[in-house]
C-alpha cells in the first residue's frame, strides 16, 4: 500500500459505509458567535451527521466533502437537500483562497496515519479559510488501556509512529498524543479545547480531544504553538 493510499484508505471506508456510525459530539456553544448564514465545510463528511446538526440549528450555507463515494453516497440518500462532493485527489479542494469561514474536522485524522498527510490536510484547510475563520477539530487522544498499548508497540515499527495500528476490519488509524495536535495547529490562534468520550466507529469507548482555533486574522500576526 502507498503512502497516498494508507493515508485515503478509500476502499476500506466505501466498504464501510453502509454500517459505520460515528459518534463525535457537536460543541454547539461553541459555534454561537458564527452567522447562521457562515460558509461552513465539514471536510470527511462521511454519511451527514455533523452537518445534519448543524442545519438543525439553523445553519443554511453547508458543505460536506469526503474521499469516499460510498460516504458520500449515502450522505445524499440521507440528506438529499444538502451539498455533498466527492475529493478526487485529497486532500486538494475546489474551494478558492480564504472561501470558507469555518470548517469541521471530526474523526478525520484518526483516518490519516501519515505526519505529512496530516499536515497537508491542515494546510490546505488553512488555504480556504478566511482570515479570522475557524478550524475545529474533534479526534482521538492517545488511550491508556491495556488493549490500545499492544497494538501501539505491535504496530510501531511497521508504520514508523507510535499510536498507528490496524483495526480488526481491516482499516489503518492513528491516536495522537496532545502535543502532536499543539505541532499540527501551530499556524493558528488557540481559542480553546476540550476533553470528550466518544465511542470509536468499532463500538470501543475512548478518550477524545475537541480543538477550535482560528486562523489568524493578519499574516503577521504571531501564530501559537
Same mark, same amino acid.
Request: with cysteine; net charge negative.
Given at each position: 500500500m502507498s503512502d497516498a493510499d494508507l493515508d485515503t484508505q478509500v476502499a476500506y471506508w466505501d466498504a464501510a459505509a453502509a454500517t459505520k456510525a460515528f459518534t463525535h459530539p457537536v460543541h454547539l456553544p461553541w459555534l454561537d458567535g458564527v452567522s447562521r448564514h457562515a460558509a461552513v465545510l465539514d471536510y470527511g463528511c462521511g454519511y451527514g451527521r455533523t452537518m445534519a446538526v448543524l442545519e438543525q440549528r439553523g445553519f443554511d450555507n453547508l458543505a460536506g466533502v469526503d474521499a469516499s463515494s460510498g460516504m458520500i453516497a449515502r450522505a445524499r440518500d440521507l440528506h438529499p437537500a444538502m451539498r455533498f462532493d466527492v475529493l478526487d485527489a485529497p486532500p486538494t479542494l475546489t474551494v478558492?483562497?480564504?472561501?470558507?469561514?469555518? =470548517? %469541521?474536522?471530526?474523526? #478525520?485524522?484518526?483516518?490519516? *496515519?501519515?505526519?505529512? $498527510?496530516?499536515?497537508?490536510? #491542515?494546510?490546505?484547510? $488553512?488555504?480556504?479559510?478566511? *482570515?479570522?475563520? %475557524?478550524?475545529? #477539530?474533534?479526534?482521538?487522544?492517545?488511550?491508556?488501556?491495556?488493549?490500545?498499548?499492544?497494538?501501539?508497540?505491535?504496530?510501531?515499527?511497521?508504520?514508523? =509512529?507510535?499510536? #498507528?495500528?490496524? =483495526?480488526?476490519?481491516?482499516?489503518?488509524?492513528?491516536?495522537?498524543?496532545?502535543?502532536?495536535?499543539?505541532?499540527? %495547529?501551530?499556524?493558528?490562534?488557540?481559542?480553546?479545547?476540550?476533553?470528550?468520550?466518544?465511542? =470509536?466507529?468499532?463500538?470501543?469507548?475512548?478518550?477524545?480531544?475537541?480543538? %477550535?482555533?482560528?486562523?489568524?486574522?493578519? *499574516?503577521?500576526?504571531?501564530? $501559537?504553538?
Open positions: 478558492p483562497d480564504a472561501g470558507v469561514d469555518v =470548517t %469541521l474536522l471530526f474523526a #478525520v485524522l484518526t483516518c490519516v *496515519p501519515g505526519d505529512d $498527510a496530516q499536515r497537508a490536510l #491542515v494546510g490546505e484547510l $488553512a488555504r480556504v479559510l478566511k *482570515p479570522g475563520g %475557524l478550524l475545529y #477539530v474533534s479526534d482521538l487522544l492517545l488511550q491508556d488501556d491495556g488493549r490500545n498499548r499492544d497494538r501501539y508497540e505491535q504496530f510501531a515499527e511497521r508504520y514508523g =509512529t507510535y499510536g #498507528v495500528f490496524e =483495526t480488526g476490519d481491516g482499516a489503518v488509524c492513528r491516536h495522537h498524543s496532545s502535543e502532536w495536535f499543539s505541532s499540527l %495547529l501551530a499556524g493558528f490562534e488557540p481559542i480553546d479545547t476540550r476533553r470528550v468520550t466518544v465511542a =470509536t466507529m468499532n463500538g470501543h469507548e475512548s478518550a477524545g480531544i475537541q480543538i %477550535l482555533v482560528r486562523k489568524p486574522a493578519s *499574516p503577521h500576526r504571531a501564530s $501559537a504553538g
